[in-house]
């Protein structure tokens, strides 16, 4: 009796079980066993962008985040990935463009787009904007993002600046 071949939500769920420990090689052979037909699909890049984020090869990462956000703009996680990549690949001014870029996308709806660019904006010098952008983040997002704020070590240099956000 002929067994049927794995699907791709399953080859996908696969990878991301072997990314969750530790396992990278096992996560990659799983995905370049997904059919041609289902590589560029987004369940398959966003399985990639885990396996580059937990390798820390930032590299590929940008590569392919970059690809995805440009085929999917929809993509929320694309656009964040690309610019963590591209924070850790090059420089914290460049994964700012990215998301300044994401803004036309996802700016009304994305906390964690503001919330990140408050991080570039004061690792970068700019405390006004940082602290503008947590704003808008907290607005959109709750106070959680507060929380978040006031441990993120990105923060660290407008820390008491945070402590008084409402």
Sequence with gaps: MARSPISTAKRVSYALGYVELGLLTEAFEELEAVASKDRSSIPVMLAHMAIHMAAKDWALLVTV????????????????????????FTSVADARAVLHEAESHHGKSSA??????????????????????????????GPEFKLLALDDPDLQPMRSRVETLG
């Excluded at 503001?114 to 700019?126: P, R």
């Design 65 to 88: 985040a970059k690809a995805a956000a440009k085929a999917n703009p929809a993509l929320e996680q694309a656009w964040i990935s690309w610019a963590y990549g591209q924070r850790r």
């Design 112 to 141: 964690l787009i503001h919330y990140n660019l408050a991080c570039y904006e004061c690792q970068l010098g700019e405390p006004d904007k940082a602290l503008a952008r947590l704003r808008q983040a907290c607005a959109i997002g």
